[in-house]
C-alpha cells in the first residue's frame, strides 16, 4: 500500500440516529430493535423508518434528555432516545 492509499479519504462509518447532529441528513441503513423491545422494528418500520429513506435530526430535549424531534420522508416525529438508537444511518450523498 502506498501513501497516498493511506491518505485516501474513508467513508464515516454508520452510525446510529440519535448520535446524528441536529441538521445534517442522512439514510436509513437497518432497524434493529432491542431484545427487550423486538415490537418497535415492525413499529419504526410502519412510520417510515426503512432501508434507503432519508432522515434528520429537527430538535432535541434539553442536553441529555428525550425527545428527539425527527424528519423521515415528508413527516416529523418525537422519538425517545432508545428508540433513535435502534435506527442505524449512512452518510447522505450530495
Do not use: H, K, Y
Amino acid at each position: 500500500m502506498s501513501i497516498a492509499d493511506s491518505a485516501a479519504p474513508q467513508p464515516p462509518a454508520a452510525s446510529t440516529l440519535d448520535a446524528l447532529p441536529i441538521g445534517r441528513p442522512a439514510v436509513v441503513q437497518a432497524v434493529t430493535p432491542p431484545a427487550v423491545a423486538p415490537e418497535w422494528g415492525p413499529w419504526l418500520d410502519e412510520i417510515g423508518f426503512f432501508p434507503g429513506e432519508r432522515v434528520m435530526v429537527m430538535a432535541r430535549g434539553l442536553p441529555g434528555a428525550d425527545p428527539l424531534v425527527v424528519r423521515v420522508g415528508n413527516s416529523t416525529f418525537a422519538l425517545r432516545r432508545a428508540e433513535a438508537a435502534c435506527v442505524r444511518l449512512e452518510p447522505a450523498s450530495a
